[in-house]
């Protein structure tokens, strides 16, 4: 899988409208991805920007996580997954992708 698939998948949850009001940075070996929720419909892209909480995890493991095979307090707490930032924001991030 690559980094548009991922893309694809957190543009199709996010949907136009997620209700998190924050932007969020998904850091990736292949890339990023911003979600920006301050707006509606809400912006996904691959173009880097700040962000109010920056996500730092592999693509595969990023995915692992969107399909719910990786927990992502387990994927945090075995380092999986680095979170710089608000961390309420990265709270709603993962109640928002079923974590």
Do not use: H, R, W
């Not at 929720?37 to 595969?60: F, G, M, R, Y």
């Not at 307090?73 to 992708?97: E, P």
Request: aromatic content about 4%; some cysteine.
């Amino acid at each position: 899988m690559s980094l548009q698939s991922l893309t694809e998948q957190i543009k199709t949850i996010v949907g136009t409208d997620s209700g998190l009001a924050a932007s969020v940075k998904f850091v990736t070996d292949e890339g990023v991805i911003v979600i920006d929720a301050k707006q509606v419909p809400n912006v996904v892209s691959n173009e880097d920007a700040p962000a109010d909480c920056t996500l730092e995890i592999s693509t595969s493991d990023a995915l692992d996580m969107l399909s719910g095979s990786l927990n992502p307090m387990m994927a945090y707490m075995n380092g999986k997954l680095k979170i710089d930032g608000d961390m309420g924001v990265a709270m709603k991030i993962a109640q928002t992708f079923g974590g």
